[in-house]
Structures are given as C-alpha cells and as structure tokens.
C-alpha cells in the first residue's frame, strides 16, 4: 500500500500477528478448560411438551455430571407432519421426536438431512416409548360410547385433529379403520364407508392433537376425543377425577413415536454427541421411567411392569400388520387425493 | 361452561315459565309429565345450540389461524411507481425488484463552428435495475447501462443495512463525492449535470458505511480504488487506496427553511498513472465535447501527462427546497499532482454551480423528482407538472498547467456555462425535457478562445 509509509504498514502487521496470536491462545486455553456450552433444538410432535420437559431437566443434570457440559434444550412442538415439513424448510433441528414414522423419512427423504437407515439406529425401530388411542369421554359417558361403532351414531360430536397436519390424528384414523375391518363382512370398502361416515360427526380439526384436546377439554365442545392414551390420561390427571372418562375400545393401534438426531444439523452446529447422547437417554431406566410418569408406555420391561396398572388392556394391531407400513399408509390414507381427501368434504 | 349452560337454560326455562304462567297454573296435575317432558326438551335444545355456537367460535379462530398462516407464506407479486416490479415473501425479508430508466435524446447544436458536430438522436441512457433483498439485512443491486450503443456496468454492490444509523456497502457504486452526481440521473432538470461533475468520479469499487439519524444527519465513508474525474472504473492502477466521506446535515425542522441541507465531501488518495492510462481526465462541456485535455505523445510516451502523487477533493454543497422553488449549489476543488518527463506539478481545478428550478404547478421541488399533483390523464382533462430550471456554473483550469501539462491551443483554460430548461412531468415515470445550454471558454482554440456552443436537448425519459 504506497499510501501508508512502510514502517507503519510493518508495525500494523506486527500488531496484527500479536493480536491473533493472543486470540488464538486464548482461545485455546478456554476451550482446555470447560467445554463450550451447547444448544439443542428437540422438534417433537404436540403431546410430548411435559414429557421433554421433564426428560430436558434430567438429561442435563445428568450430561453436566458426565462431561461438565452445559445444554440448553429448545422445544418445539406442533402437528407431527407440521414440524417435519418446518424441519426440511429450514428449521434447525438437532432432534426429532415426531408421531410417526413417515414424517421422519420425509425429512430424510425430502430434506436429505438424516440417513435413510435412522430407523435401525437405535433400538425398537427408532421408538423409545409406544402409546396407543383411546376414547376420551365426559363423566358419566353421556351419549354411552363404548367402542368405534358409537362414533357414526346421530348427534355423536367426535374431536379429532387433522391428518395432514397431525400425526396423532393419523393414528386415530388408521386405528378406526383397522377396527371396521376386523367387524363381520369387513373390508377396505366397509371401512372406508365407516370412517366417512366417522368424520360426518366431527365439526372442528385443530392441528394437532393438544389443539384438539384443548378444544373437547377446555372449550367443551364435543362428545367424545380420539386421544393418545398419554394425553387422555394427563388430561384426567389435569382436571380431575370426576370429569372425564376414558373408554377403551376393543381396537386400538399401536402407535410407535420414533425418534432420531437430525444428521446434517447436528453435524453443522456441532451437537451430534450431545443429540444421540439425549436419545439414547430416552431408554435409560431414569428416561424410561420418565416416559412412564407421563403416561406413554415404556419399551423397558421392569419399567412397564411397574406402571403396567395405569394402562388399559387393549387389543392392538400394528401399521406394518394391518396397512402394510407408513408409507403405504400414507398413500393409501393420507397423500392428496387418498381416502381422506375423498371421504372428508369441509362444512358438510 | 356447564355453569353457563345451566344459567342459559334457567333464564329460558324462566321466560318460558313466566309466558306461560296463567296457563300452567290452570292445568291439572296429569299435565306435570308433560312438562318434565318439555324442560328435558328445552335443556336438550339449549346444550345443541350451545355446542353450535362453540364449534362456530372455534371454526372462525381456526380460520383466522389458517389465514395468518397461510399469509406468512404468500409472495406477493406487485407493480408500482415506488418499486417497479417486485415480487416479495410474505415477511417482506426476500424481495426481487425489477425497476430500470430509459432516455432517449434529440440533440442539436444551433452553432457549431469548433468541429461539425451532427445533429443526432441518442439513446443516452438505457438501464435495467435488478435489486434483490436477501433476509432482514441483506440485498445487492446491479444496474448496467446500454446507452450510446454501449454496455457498461455501473451499479452491482452488496448492501447490509443494520440499522438506519449504519449500513455497510461493498461493490461498485457512486462514492460519495460529487453533489450533483449523487442525484439519479432521472431527477437532474437539464439534460446533462454541471460543470462541477466534471471534477468527481462517476462510480468506483470500494467499501463505504453510511448512515443517517432522524433525517437530520446522514454520513457516508469509504475506501475505494480511486477512480478519476468523470471515470466509471473497474480496477485500480497502484496500491494506494482512496478515502471518501461526505456529511450532510438538515439543521432546521420546521419552517421556511425546513428544506435547507448542507454537505461537505471529500476525498484523498495518491494515484500513479502511466503512459497508457495516465489517471487523468479530460473534461467536457454540457453537449458532452471535450474542451479540456492533458497534453499525451503517442511517439514519446514519456511526454505523456500522467496522474503521481496525490490527489485530493473537497466539495462543500447545499440544497434548499422552498415550496415549489429548489435551489442547489456545488462547489469543487480538485487538487493533482501530475508529471510529464522529469516536471511535476500541484494542479488546482475548481468549479461551482448554482442552479434552481421552480414548478408552475405548484408541487415540491425537493432533491428528487416529484409526483406531479395531477398526473397527465385525458379523460380527467389533467397535464401533469411543468418545471422551469435555470443554472450557472464555472469551471477554472489551473493557470499552471499551460503550456507543459496542456496545449492551450486545444485546451481551454475556463469554461462557463448557461443552462435553461423546462420539463414536462407526465407522471411519475414519464418526462419530458427541454434545455438549452449556453457554454463559452477561455482558450483553447490556434487563436482566442475555442468558439462558444449552443446546445439544445429534447428528451424522453420513461422511468419505472
């Protein structure tokens, strides 16, 4: 630079070097002595909000006490297929703890952000805890429901969330179809028949199920809630004995909420042990047992053993077994232009 | 909410009794099951229509969910006089503008006894503006210019714009010197900038800051590659940089004077040309003839005049907007070391302007064009706005640079010049233009001064 006298452009040089040496080491000894605190953002489905709060606060007592790292663990909860579409637009996700299968393959899929084979990567396909669904009603059963068949009845008011947004919505609907299959006569044709006459009976779709919840609970509209089994429960625990019921139908499904780091998130923010380190904590005894007290049914078998009471006994059949797997489901069901689109016509 | 119901029923069940009272009081006792039988009825029918009138409330908030959602994600696709054509994300944070100006000329020199200079119709600026808006920050503007029959590009910079008080800009755009050159192209009232132009740069690459306060303060400072007068450059020839800041305050809020904005710029840097691109410039009258050059020698290039040393400008400037009356003025110094062979010097060019222009049809007459009170429409029997200009302004070569750095036979020592004008604002986009220009010299012809021009320029400019 002719316009800066060489002894000076010299001594900005040395200065500059000094400064960066200086950094550098500092820099250095800071990160020899404790780790760099660390940020995760866990994207899960709309039920799981005191279940990973709970999880969140002994996970980072425990991961403190492990490494002396501190973590900060975002939440972000929504419909199930809702937060996998915001996770492939962008949202920074280091976990995912979605209601189903299908919107994590999305992600891996759509998104390219997590191995195609994340389902084998940890045990139980990918599914720390299951839940099922259930019926819940108002005390004293009003409108005596009992099982699926109650639901098509005249003036029976059904609150459920959507299936395209809502993954545990989804659930309902493949659990209500898997029951009119397994009724006399029954077939694709019958059970299609059956839940559009099902869905005549329901006024409202929220987007996910605690806006569902919310609406039969709180709002007081409707009769009867096609719920998560957890969330039918802490909705009893929340208002009380005396004002809500649940009916366990005589089929139900078995709903496996899989779970898995988000690959290229972690991998860019610098998170990845952390975030497998926080799944893998989900099937601990301690992480189990958390699960357990939320009401989701743990894989851990001294651990179900110890809650087994608080949990009807229900017959259960399984995606795979009845629909072939989620993305069979999810075109048969829930793709556009599927059943659902053909069966369900807004405001009538 | 169950207490609500049963205090909607109880008021129904209540009017109802009341109603029909004399009635009830005249049955027998055998009609008592009918009336259970109606109060069940009546409760069942109040807990319906309750329930109806919670599903409407909560599918309406469903609704206005779904609309605010839904807003989020909507582009809009826009065309307007502020921002052209635009297509913009919901959240306003990714924007594509497609904007541009086009000005066709007929230019004719009522005395041209210098050089037979034709009369011709020009294409004198034709420019696409794409602008693009990046997230909160962020955006890049790139505008090229067609005219002449040319392609140059003059604008494409990157622009993050922090907080009103601080931007950074990085590219090649205008530096911050030069008052008249700062103002678009579309809104100068003659068809060619003063003579103070003459001693700016027109664009440069460098990185500037900039920022304003409450629109009483803004500030522009930069380092650029240091172009010279009147260049749009592209590179640098040494490795000194150039620094350019400019201040410009509006002192007075309220007021007859409210329109008063004062500015001083600058700019110092040391340059060294060459034979081949000696970093000089020449300068040009308002019919854009060059009346002053450095002496060059093709055969003995060490004759060439060339720019070494440092090169300095300072350029105090104002503006006053009163009502339908602005007035701008400019002032420049322009200072050069030069060398040619084994002589150097300090060369001192000044120019200054004053320029005003009045609007008949009553609109401001601010530092930008205005939107004309009642744009031109037929059928509303409405013309639009006509603006009257007139202007002054001088040029002064440095005595000193006769006869060694420039031939006075060729080069002329001062020149003065005489604009008057009157435009015709159509619309927002649309103008029309008139001027006259009356520019005489001292020097710079075998003998005497180089012959006086008479310049006159019609324009069309569409601008969107």
Request: no cysteine; aromatic share 10%; glycine share 10%.
């Amino acid at each position: 630079m002719r316009g800066i006298p060489t002894t000076m452009r010299n001594r900005l040089l040395a200065s500059g070097a000094l400064i960066a040496t200086l950094a550098a080491a500092t820099a250095d000894a800071a990160a020899q002595g404790a780790p760099k605190p660390v940020n995760l953002l866990n994207v899960s489905y709309d039920p799981t909000r005191e279940l990973y709060e709970e999880l969140n606060h002994e996970f980072i007592r425990y991961w403190k006490g492990k490494t002396g790292q501190d973590v900060r663990i975002r939440q972000s909860h929504g419909g199930s297929g809702k937060q996998g579409r915001s996770v492939i637009d962008g949202l920074q996700a280091d976990v995912v703890t979605l209601a189903v299968a299908y919107d994590i393959d999305q992600i891996a899929e759509k998104g390219r952000l997590i191995a195609a084979d994340w389902q084998g990567r940890l045990a139980d396909n990918s599914s720390p805890y299951t839940s099922t669904i259930v019926l819940l009603v108002r005390k004293g059963n009003p409108k005596g429901i009992k099982d699926w068949g109650d639901l098509v009845k005249p003036g029976v008011s059904v609150i459920t969330p959507n299936p395209k947004t809502s993954g545990g919505a989804r659930w309902n609907y493949l659990a209500a179809w898997a029951w009119a299959l397994r009724q006399p006569g029954g077939n694709d044709a019958t059970a299609k028949a059956f839940v559009a006459r099902l869905y005549k009976n329901v006024p409202v779709l929220d987007a996910g199920a605690r806006g569902s919840t919310t609406t039969f609970v709180e709002r007081g509209i409707g009769d009867v809630l096609l719920a998560w089994e957890n969330e039918a429960l802490l909705a009893i625990k929340e208002m009380g004995p005396g004002k809500l019921e649940i009916v366990a139908p005589s089929v139900s499904i078995l709903a496996e909420p899989p779970v898995s780091v988000v690959d290229r998130v972690a991998r860019k923010r610098g998170t990845q042990p952390v975030a497998e380190a926080y799944l893998r904590y989900l099937y601990t005894e301690v992480g189990q047992e958390i699960a357990a007290k939320n009401f989701y049914r743990p894989r851990l078998a001294s651990v179900a053993a110890k809650y087994e009471s608080q949990f009807p006994k229900l017959t259960l059949v399984t995606v795979d077994g009845v629909f072939g797997g989620w993305r069979k489901a999810q075109a048969a069901h829930f793709a556009d232009g599927a059943s659902f689109d053909q069966i369900y016509q807004p405001g009538r | 909410m169950r207490a609500v119901r049963q205090w909607v029923t109880s008021i129904v069940l209540t009017t109802a009794s009341v109603g029909v009272a004399p009635q009830v009081l005249a049955q027998s006792s055998a009609a008592t099951d009918n009336s259970i039988s109606d109060t069940s009825s009546l409760e069942a029918r109040v807990d319906a229509l309750d329930q109806q009138i919670r599903v409407l409330e909560r599918l309406r908030a469903l609704a206005v969910d779904s609309a605010a959602a839904a807003a989020k994600t909507r582009q809009s696709a826009t065309a307007n006089a502020k921002d052209g054509f635009s297509l913009k994300s919901a959240d306003g944070q990714y924007s594509l503008k497609l904007r541009g100006y086009a000005q066709a000329d007929g230019r004719f020199f009522a005395s041209d006894a210098v050089a037979a200079i034709p009369d011709n119709f020009l294409l004198r600026r034709a420019r696409p503006i794409l602008e693009v808006t990046v997230g909160q920050y962020f955006g890049f503007r790139i505008m090229p210019d067609f005219g002449n029959g040319q392609t140059a590009l003059l604008d494409a910079y990157w622009e993050g714009k922090f907080d009103p008080a601080f931007s950074v800009r990085a590219g090649k755009f205008k530096p911050p010197i030069g008052f008249e050159r700062l103002q678009s192209a579309t809104d100068i009232s003659f068809g060619e900038r003063g003579l103070p132009t003459n001693l700016a740069p027109s664009r440069d690459i460098g990185l500037q800051i900039a920022g304003e306060a409450s629109g009483v303060f803004e500030y522009q400072v930069g380092i650029f590659n240091g172009a010279t007068d009147l260049a749009s450059a592209d590179g640098d020839l040494n490795d000194s940089k150039d620094l350019a800041a400019r201040v410009f305050v509006q002192p007075i809020r309220g007021g007859a004077l409210q329109g008063l904005g004062l500015g001083l710029s600058g700019s110092t840097g040391v340059e060294q040309g060459n034979a081949t691109a000696t970093d000089l410039s020449g300068y040009r009258s308002a019919s854009q003839q060059t009346f002053f050059r450095y002496r060059t020698d093709a055969v003995a290039p060490e004759n060439t005049v060339i720019a070494e040393g440092r090169r300095s400008r300072l350029s105090p400037h104002a503006y006053l907007g009163l009502g339908s009356f602005g007035l701008l003025g400019e002032y420049i110094v322009n200072r050069q070391e030069v060398r040619r062979a084994g002589s150097v010097a300090t060369l001192t060019h000044t120019a200054w302007q004053a320029s005003g222009s009045f609007f008949l049809t009553g609109e401001y007459a601010g530092f930008r064009s205005p939107t004309p009170r009642k744009p031109f429409d037929l059928t509303a029997g409405t013309f639009g706005a006509i603006e009257l200009a007139a202007r002054y302004g001088e040029l002064d070569i440095d005595d000193e640079a006769f006869p060694l750095f420039a031939n006075s036979a060729s080069a002329s020592t001062k020149a003065r010049g005489l604009g008057l004008g009157v435009n015709w604002h159509l619309n927002k986009q649309i103008k029309v233009l008139l001027s006259y220009e009356h520019t005489t010299f001292d020097g710079g012809a075998a003998t005497g001064d180089r012959a006086s021009e008479d310049f006159v320029v019609t324009r069309f400019q569409h601008a969107f």
